[in-house]
């Protein structure tokens, strides 16, 4: 396996960072989806309110992936979890052990920061990631389905 190497994400990295979400995007035939741009992803992850935080894969000086996460909060728990929102490895440097070393990075900084659990989702026809996930232990979650509002209708929600 090529060493790989996960360093945290700096305010150089958000060209290199839109420019993974867009491989994201385009290998989950989403690209069209993709509205972000460079400053919004710097205001959210370096400005004032930072929401989002990232983490970089690198073999060599070569970013082959990133996972890109938040915190949320369980009141269940009563403690804060880490929501991954993206996880990505460059197809060529796939099934050689960088995902799982991606994982365990974003695992040690929940359990630095206390988090009571780990979450994220998956495309219900990515087979391949979906047998990722149960193959380390991750668990479905099938009793609950996702919601989502687009900023139209949280705009529409929010006038009443």
């Known amino acids: ?3 790989c190497n996960i360093r ?15 491989e ?8 069209d989806q993709v509205h972000a741009t460079e400053a919004g992803l710097r205001d959210a992850m370096f ?5 989002a935080e990232a983490v970089i894969a690198e073999v060599g000086v070569e970013p082959i992936g990133y996972g890109l996460f938040f915190h949320n909060f369980s009141t269940f728990t009563g403690k804060p979890g880490l929501w991954v929102e993206d996880i990505f490895i460059r197809p060529a440097f796939r099934a050689r052990g ?3 070393a991606l994982f365990r990075a974003l ?7 206390g988090c009571g659990r780990m979450e994220w989702s998956a495309l219900d026809w990515n087979d391949s990631a979906i047998g990722f996930y149960l193959g380390f232990g991750a668990r479905r979650m099938d009793e ?17």
Not at 8 to 13: C, G, I, K, L, V
Not at 24 to 31: D, G, I, K, P, S
């Open 1 to 3: 396996m090529d060493q």
């Open 8 to 22: 945290e994400a700096t305010e150089q990295d958000v060209p290199l960072l839109l420019g993974l979400i867009r």
């Open 24 to 31: 994201l995007a385009a290998y989950e035939r989403l690209a």
């Open 47 to 51: 400005g004032e309110r930072r929401t």
């Open 98 to 100: 960088h995902g799982r």
């Open 107 to 113: 695992a040690a900084i929940a359990q630095e920061r």
């Open 144 to 160: 609950w389905t996702i919601f989502r509002l687009d900023e139209a209708g949280v705009a529409k929600l929010a006038k009443g």
